[in-house]
C-alpha cells in the first residue's frame, strides 16, 4: 500500500492545479526510499497544500501559517530517527522567511518542498514573495513591483545542504524527490507549479512557458546547490556539549545562628562595574547560611557596565514575605549614579546610617553618616573588593552584625573562585570598622 | 536545604522536578536566566535547549517536541507572550501539554524591561483567538514559583492543555530564601497514554471533560495532529454535531476541572468585616498587612488566590462569611483582576488598591486602606498607591 492514500482525482485541488500531480509523485518517492509510514512525519503549512497532509497515511502535523518548519524542527530535535518531511507554499516561505534560512543555519535534518505557484491561491490570488516581477495578481493588478524570493540560493547561503528547483512537470520528479528525501541536512525543493485558479489566468503561464519565466528571472532549474553535508543539532539528541558554568552550591546551613536584631533593610546604591550585586548576594549568602532569612532585589538600567547599580537586601529572623523597602535602616553610598537613583537622603529615618565617599559627603542626611574614604579602600583591596568591604563596614557599624560572627559565617562560605577575595574584604571591612582606620565617622547633624 | 535563590531559578528547579526535558526560548528581560539556565541543565544531554530566532519558533519548538512525547517549557515576558498568541491557540486545539511561564514586565509592548508589574492577568486568559479557557497560575514568590511551575506541568500533562505561569520581575530576579525540599508537592502526573490499537484515534473522548489518550507522534501507531477544527481521528470536519463535540470538550476539560485547578490559601479570621484577596508580588505585602492589622487588634480575613484561570469562584464564596462587608484587593496593575472579583462577588463592595508605576504596593498602605473607616473608605471603588 501507498503512503499516499488519495487518488489525484479525489484530492480538493482546482482542475489542472499542479498540487496533485506534485503529490502524487512525493507518495511514489517516499514509497521508493523504503521508510515504514510510522518513520515518516508530514508537516504541512497552511494554504492549498497545506490540506495535503489528509491523503497521507503516516505521522502529520498541520499547523499554523508559516511556522511548519519551527514544529518540523521540534519533531526532529526529539526524534532523529523520523524523516521529517515539510510542504510549504511560496506564501509560506514568506511569513515563515525568518525559519526557513534559521533552520538552514541550524543545519536541521528537514527536507522542505516547496509547492511554489506564485501566489496565494486559497485566499484569492494576491502576491506572494515569489511573485514574478511585472506580474499580476488581485493586490498588484498593474504588476508585481518587487524583486522576487529566490528561496533556493537564500537557503544555499545561508548552511543548508542541498538546494534544488524544478519544475512540476518535470518527468524524472520521482528520482529527484527521492534523491532529495535521501540526502542529510537541510534540504530545499523548489518546485514551480501552476495555480490555474489565479495566477495562470492573470498571467498567461503554461506549462511551457515555465522555462521561458526560469531564464527571465535568472533562477534555472537544477541543482542549486549540493554542499559538505555538516548535521546541526537536530542530528542528534541535544546541543553540542557547552563550557558548563560552574554549579551553583547550595547554601549550607551553619552550626551557630547569627544573633539578628529582626527586620532590617538594607540598600547599596554604586554604580555598574562595582560589583554591588555580588557583593549584596554574598551578605545574604551568608545570612541564610546562618539560619537567617533574607531577600535581594536589585535595580539596574537595562544596560549594563555603565549607569547606577542599585542593590536592596533585607535580613530578618522570619520568612520576607513583602520583599519592597520602604525606609531603609542602612544606606551605603558608592557613587554619584548610585545616590542619585537612591534620591534624597532626608527621607531616612533618623536612625538610619548612612555610609558615604569622602569626596561625597551627603548633606542632606538626617541620619549618622560614616564617611569612607573609598580611594584608599581601593589602593588597599582592589577595586572589585570595595562594595564587600564598605557593607560590611556599615552592617557592623550599624549594630546588626558582630565582627565575630560574621568572620566566622563568613569562613563557611562554600568554595568557589572567588570564596578568597571575598573572604578578604569581609576582613578589610571588620578591620576598617574596629579600628577606624581610613574612616572618619561624623556625628548626625 | 535552604538556599538563595530568585523566582526565575525556583521555574527551573520546579520545571526539572516535574522531569521538563525540552526547552525552547528566546531572550528577553527579565526571563533570560532561565533559557540560560535551562541551557546549562541540559547540556549533558538529559534534555533539549535552544535559543531560536524568535519566540514564535520557540512555541512552535515546544509544541513540536511535546507531541512527540516531551514535556515542554517555554518562558518569557508580555512581549515574548504576544508573540506565543497563535500557538497557545494551536496547543489548545492540538490539545497539547505545554507550560508557558510569564516572567511580567510593567506597561505595554516594550514596557518597563527592567521594572515590575502585572499587567497580563487578562491577558494571560485572553491570550488566543476564539475565547476557550486556559489555566493561569500566578506565583507570589520564590517558592510558589517552585511548586506552580511543578504543577503546571502535572495540569498540562493530565489535561493535555497549554498552562500559563506567571510570575513579576520582582519575583522572577528577586532571590528569596527558600527550602524547596520542604515545599510540599503533589504526585507527578504524566499525561494518558493510549494503549497499542490498530484503530487509535487521536483525538477520541468518552464525553467532554475527557483528556483524549496520547500517542507520540514517531510512535509504532501513527498519529495526525491538527490545528484546524477536527473529528476524533484529526481530520477536518464541517460535521457541526463534530464541531460542537470538539469545542464544547475544549470548554468542558478546562471548566469541569476548576476545583482540581483551584490553589488558594485561606487564612480566615471569622470576625473579620474585611477579607483581603491578593495574587502575585502584593500578595507579601498583604500577608504582612494582616499580620500587622491583627498585632494591632483588628479582625481580618485573607485569601492567597495561585490559580487565577479558571477563577476559583467556590472558594471566593466560601471565604465570604456573612460579617464580610468589604473585598480588599491590591493589584500591580489598573485593576484588572477586580472587575473579575466583582462578577462573582455581587453583594459587597469590592475594592482595589491599584499601583502601576514599577513600585510595589506597601503593607502600609493596604493596613490604612483597611482601618480607614466611614462611607467614603468603605464606598472607594478605587484607590490608587502610584506616586501622584
Redesign the interface.
Known amino acids: 500500500m501507498s503512503i499516499l492514500t488519495a487518488k489525484r482525482a479525489d484530492m480538493c485541488y482546482c482542475p489542472g492545479c499542479s498540487h496533485g500531480m506534485v503529490l502524487e509523485q512525493l507518495g511514489k518517492a517516499l514509497d521508493g526510499i523504503g521508510v515504514p ?3 515518516v ?1 508530514i ?1 504541512s503549512d497552511i494554504g492549498c497544500i497545506g ?1 495535503a ?2 491523503y497521507f ?8 501559517h508559516g ?1 511548519s518548519i ?6 526532529k ?3 532523529p ?2 524523516l521529517v518531511v515539510v510542504l510549504i507554499g511560496d506564501g509560506g516561505c514568506g511569513i515563515g522567511t ?2 526557513l ?2 533552520a538552514a543555519r541550524r543545519r536541521a535534518d528537514i527536507k522542505v518542498i516547496v509547492c511554489n505557484n506564485f501566489n496565494f491561491g486559497m485566499t484569492g490570488g494576491q502576491h506572494s514573495p515569489t511573485t514574478p516581477m511585472d506580474a499580476h495578481t488581485t493586490t498588484t493588478p498593474d504588476g508585481a513591483a518587487d524583486q522576487p524570493l529566490d528561496v533556493c540560493r537564500t537557503v544555499a547561503v545561508n548552511g543548508a545542504a542541498y538546494s534544488a528547483r524544478h519544475d512540476a512537470f518535470d518527468p524524472q520528479m520521482v528520482t529527484k524527490l527521492r534523491d532529495a528525501l535521501s540526502t542529510p541536512g537541510f534540504v530545499l525543493l523548489d518546485i514551480w507549479e501552476l495555480c490555474t485558479a489565479y495566477f495562470v489566468p492573470a498571467n498567461r503561464l503554461n506549462r511551457s512557458s515555465l522555462d521561458a519565466l526560469s531564464i527571465q528571472l535568472a533562477m534555472p532549474f537544477g541543482v542549486v546547490h549540493e554542499g559538505p553535508v555538516q548535521l546541526g ?1 537536530t542530528s542528534h ?3 553540542r ?2 563550557r ?2 560552574a554549579p ?1 552550591a ?4 551553619m552550626v551557630a545562628r547569627i544573633p539578628w536584631p529582626g527586620r532590617r533593610e538594607i540598600c547599596v546604591a554604586g554604580s555598574a562595574g562595582q560589583r554591588v550585586r555580588s557583593a549584596v ?1 554574598i551578605i ?2 551568608i545570612a ?2 546562618g539560619g ?11 544596560t549594563v557596565r555603565r549607569g547606577f547599580s542599585i542593590s536592596n537586601l533585607i535580613v530578618s529572623n522570619e ?6 523597602l ?1 525606609s531603609p535602616d542602612t544606606v551605603v553610598i558608592l557613587s554619584s549614579d548610585g545616590l542619585a537613583r537612591f534620591g534624597p537622603l532626608s527621607r531616612l529615618k533618623p536612625s538610619s546610617l548612612v555610609v558615604a565617599p569622602a569626596d561625597m559627603p551627603p548633606a542632606d542626611a538626617a541620619s549618622t553618616v560614616h564617611i569612607l574614604d573609598l580611594k584608599m579602600l581601593e589602593r588597599r583591596a582592589g577595586k572589585e573588593s570595595v562594595a564587600l568591604a564598605a557593607l560590611t563596614y556599615a552592617l557592623i557599624k550599624a549594630g546588626l552584625v558582630s565582627a565575630a560572627s560574621l568572620n566566622t559565617s563568613a569562613n563557611a562560605l562554600p568554595a568557589g573562585p572567588y570564596r578568597q577575595s571575598n573572604l578578604d574584604a569581609i576582613i578589610e571591612g571588620i578591620t576598617l570598622a574596629e579600628n577606624g582606620r581610613s574612616a572618619v565617622d561624623q556625628a548626625p547633624p | 536545604m535552604r538556599e538563595f535563590i530568585t523566582g526565575n531559578q525556583a521555574v527551573v528547579r520546579g520545571a526539572l522536578r516535574a522531569g521538563c526535558n525540552y526547552f525552547a526560548g528566546y531572550p528577553i528581560t527579565p526571563a533570560s536566566s532561565i533559557l540560560s539556565d535551562m541551557v546549562n541543565a541540559f547540556a549533558a544531554g538529559a534534555g533539549i535547549a535552544i535559543q531560536t530566532e524568535d519566540e514564535i519558533a520557540a512555541i512552535g519548538q515546544c509544541i513540536g517536541a511535546a507531541m512527540t512525547g516531551a514535556k515542554a517549557l517555554t518562558a518569557s515576558s508580555g512581549p515574548g507572550l504576544s508573540l506565543y498568541s497563535e500557538n497557545i491557540g494551536l496547543a489548545q486545539m492540538g490539545e497539547v501539554p505545554l507550560v508557558i511561564v510569564n516572567c511580567q514586565r510593567m506597561g505595554p509592548a516594550t514596557g518597563g524591561a527592567t521594572a515590575t508589574g502585572e499587567g497580563d492577568v487578562l491577558f494571560a486568559r485572553h491570550v488566543t483567538a476564539g475565547g476557550y479557557p486556559l489555566p493561569v497560575l500566578a506565583a507570589a514568590d520564590a517558592a510558589s514559583a517552585y511548586w506552580l511551575t511543578y504543577e503546571a506541568f502535572n495540569i498540562a500533562e493530565r489535561l493535555r492543555t497549554p498552562v500559563i505561569v506567571l510570575l513579576s520581575k520582582d519575583i522572577s530576579l528577586t532571590r528569596q530564601t527558600v527550602d524547596l525540599a520542604a515545599v510540599p508537592l503533589s504526585q507527578r502526573t504524566d499525561r494518558p497514554v493510549a494503549s497499542l490499537d490498530a484503530t487509535y484515534q487521536p483525538y477520541n473522548i468518552t464525553g467532554p471533560d475527557d483528556t483524549p489518550l496520547f500517542s507520540p507522534i514517531g510512535g509504532s501507531q501513527l498519529v495526525r495532529f491538527t490545528g484546524s477544527i477536527h473529528d476524533e481521528n484529526g481530520l477536518l470536519t464541517t460535521d457541526r454535531t463534530k464541531i460542537s463535540r470538539k469545542l464544547t470538550h475544549l470548554r468542558d476539560k478546562i471548566m469541569s476541572h476548576g476545583e482540581i485547578l483551584a490553589y488558594v490559601e485561606w487564612d480566615c479570621d471569622a470576625d473579620a468585616t474585611t477579607l483581603i484577596i491578593s495574587y502575585g508580588l502584593a500578595d507579601g505585602a498583604a500577608r504582612d498587612a494582616v499580620k500587622a492589622l491583627r498585632a494591632g487588634g483588628a479582625a481580618v480575613s485573607h485569601m492567597t488566590l495561585y490559580s487565577l484561570w479558571p477563577v476559583p469562584e467556590r472558594a471566593i464564596t466560601d471565604a465570604l462569611s456573612p460579617r464580610i462587608e468589604r473585598v480588599v484587593i491590591p493589584e500591580l496593575n489598573i485593576g484588572l483582576y477586580a472587575d473579575e472579583l466583582r462578577r462573582v462577588i455581587r453583594h459587597v463592595p469590592v475594592q482595589s488598591i491599584v499601583r502601576f508605576d514599577g513600585g510595589v504596593i506597601s503593607p502600609q498602605v493596604i493596613g490604612e486602606h483597611v482601618t480607614c473607616i466611614g462611607d467614603l473608605a468603605m464606598q472607594a471603588r478605587e484607590v490608587c498607591a502610584c506616586p501622584s
Open positions: 509510514p510510522s518513520r512525519c508537516v490540506t497532509d489528509r497515511s503516516c505521522h502529520t502535523f498541520h499547523g499554523l511556522r519551527t514544529y518540523a524542527e521540534g519533531i530535535r526529539r526524534n530517527e523520523l525568518a525559519h534560512v534559521h543539532a539528541n541535544g546541543a556539549p557547552l558548563r558554568r551553583e547550595p547554601v549550607e546551613e548576594g545574604g549568602e541564610v547560611a537567617l532569612y533574607a531577600a535581594q532585589q536589585d535595580d539596574f538600567p537595562i520568612p520576607i514575605r513583602y520583599t519592597g520602604d
